[in-house]
């Protein structure tokens, strides 16, 4: 093998592209040869500091003659284009970590409420965690840490942004609302924007453009989801261009997959009853198989350094909720959850979930918790939890989930790491 | 020291050493996601272990033995992608202790070689690693296929690191 070989092979490794025989290969290279490795450590590192240090600066202004051809004729070429070119001052913010900027930027919106492990990340990289009600924010990123966390950001025409759960969210500053969302879930009441000025919202996935609507987007790195309530939002898929208007009443998915179908299609009729279909609808937590066949969504730990008073380590597993065929999920008066899963210890569980207004936004939180008793590791247990049993997370929200849609449920542990994983979860209902 | 200070005192340090850490874990675990689950397990085992911590000694040293340990455990569970074995991530990261100062010197001759890039290679750097666009966007949006972005990453990867030598070269001349 060339030097030029050891490169391409690092570097198709670097990416994640190597399969099993080539990660092999390379491993036994850099087992045996020391001059790979030393060369493996300086590609390795060039990608690294891209993604961590670079990551972290404000884009630079581009003039128009150095950016990419944007000037192709497909809508989203050309939107993007005069996005960048009209934008005072693009600030691109990484999503992910702490940031290092230097230049203040103006105020954009006003986090009106916030709840829970919140931390918004501003001007010079600062975090901020403390009184964060009231705060005016500009180009940032604001990052719900914990499954129970959520925030409330007004902008002066009175368009709000609800994150909710693991989000994080990176505000652009320009002459038009524009947001990234990283991954997690938003729900946006939009004003009517002005023509030409729609409010993007930029996920991993896709672009959306609206103009004055109510919608609810849940992101992560492969598939974004659009539900529409209100208005006409216009979804572009970012991995061939297409695009699709997404009416009221409507939902798409704009995935990595361009033989997937992007198209707007009428929400189903609600239904009451739910199973978790694990793996499948894994937000977070591990999926593991025990020697005995039986499976169970293992709780990660989320260290949460900004709770209050102190920061708070807890063991979650999530999942996501939908019905059949992606049927809204919602609350009826005599339903009840079962939960079913294995502990490692006596400990308190916690179960929670997220809800959204009927064919609206965000409605709250909801939580129940429980002493589970085990007296041997891996101990099975069956928890039924009735919807009376289910508190608000806080005084704003109605006082009963019933009636609600169910967006998120979730299982945790404070502390320390109770062994808990869950095998199911379901919602039980006579109607 | 009382409970709150350490808890304040470690968030502080956490913060302050996050992408150090994150790019010692990137080392053996270079896909971003995966490495930042490590990182999140790590921040987790430092806390555990903070009581432990001699405040005399440097928080990224103490902190890269548990990198080592939890690099090691998501080796062993890994399934998303190929990964290297843990032999030679371990030969990785003592290597890259040893070759650290190393190292670093090579990181501050990279800036002016980023500068230096072409735009459209600046640009799509910046699309891949500041605004963590997928190769697929990327792909669209410049009229490349993935194959073509990926090569092209690549190829730019490369071209810093020879940048990088050749400014070394210069400094130590």
Known sequence: MTQSDWEALIQKH????????????????????????????????????????????????????????????????????????????????????????SRPVAPVARLTAVSGPVQWIGDGGKVESDSLVGREVGAGSLESLSVDSWAVLEYPDGTTVTVTGRTVLALVCGSQKEMRLGHGRVSVTAARQPGGQPLLIHTPTA??????????????????????????????????????????????????????????????Q????????????????????????????????????????????????????????????????????????????????????????????????????????????????????PCAELAPTEP???????????????????????????????????? | MGNEDAQERFTRLLIQHEPAILRHVMVAVPNRADARD?????????????????????????????????????LRTAQRRAQLTERAAELLLETASQYQGQLDAREQ?????????????RDLIDGYYRDSESVAALATRTGRTVDAVYKLLQRIRLALHRCVESKLRGAGS
Request: proline fraction near 6%; hydrophobic fraction near 40%; glycine fraction near 8%.
């Open chain 1, 14 to 101: 670097i990416d994640g592209r190597t399969d099993a025989t080539e990660a092999a290969a390379l491993s036994a290279l850099l087992e045996a040869n020391a001059e790979v490795r030393l060369l493996y450590l300086q590609l390795a590192r060039i990608h690294a500091t891209l993604a961590t240090d670079f990551a972290e600066e404000p884009r630079p202004a581009i003039e128009p003659k150095q950016q990419l051809d944007r000037t192709g004729d497909t809508p989203r070429k050309r939107r993007v284009w005069i996005g960048l070119s009209a934008v005072a001052c693009v600030l691109v913010i990484s999503v992910d970590v702490v940031l290092t900027r």
């Open chain 1, 207 to 268: 672009l959306l453009e609206v103009l004055g609507t109510q919608l609810n987007v849940d992101s992560d790195s492969s598939a974004t989801r659009v539900s529409v309530n209100e208005g006409l939002v216009r979804v572009t898929r970012l991995v061939d261009g297409t695009a699709t208007d997404v009416p009221a009443d409507h939902q798409a998915t704009a995935t990595v997959d361009r033989l997937a179908e992007l198209k707007a299609v009428r929400r189903s």
């Open chain 1, 270 to 385: 609600p239904v009451s009853v739910w199973r978790t279909q694990f793996p499948a609808g894994v937000n977070y937590g591990d999926w593991r198989v025990s020697a005995t066949g039986a499976g169970g969504v293992r709780a990660k730990p989320l260290l949460l350094t900004c709770a209050k008073p102190h920061p708070l380590l807890i063991h979650v597993s999530s999942a996501a909720v939908a019905g059949k065929g992606g049927s809204p999920l919602v609350l009826s008066r005599d339903g009840e959850f079962v939960i079913r899963g294995r502990l490692g210890s006596t400990a308190e569980v916690y179960f929670g979930m997220t809800l959204n207004h009927p064919k609206g936004g965000f409605a709250g939180k909801y939580i129940a918790r429980r002493t589970m008793k085990v007296t041997a590791v891996g101990e099975p247990f069956e928890w039924t939890v």
């Open chain 1, 396 to 431: 704003v929200f109605p006082p009963t989930p019933v009636g609600f849609e169910i967006v998120e449920c979730w299982c945790l542990t404070l502390h320390t790491d109770h062994g808990l994983a869950v095998e199911s979860m379901e919602l039980r209902s006579d109607r």
């Open chain 2, 38 to 74: 490590v990182l999140q397990e790590c921040s987790v085992a430092l806390w555990r272990n903070f009581a432990g911590y001699d405040p005399e000694r440097p928080f990224l040293n103490w902190a890269l033995g548990f990198v080592r340990v939890e690099v090691r455990r998501f």
């Open chain 2, 109 to 121: 001759h990279l800036r002016p070689c980023l500068d230096s890039l072409p735009p459209d290679h």
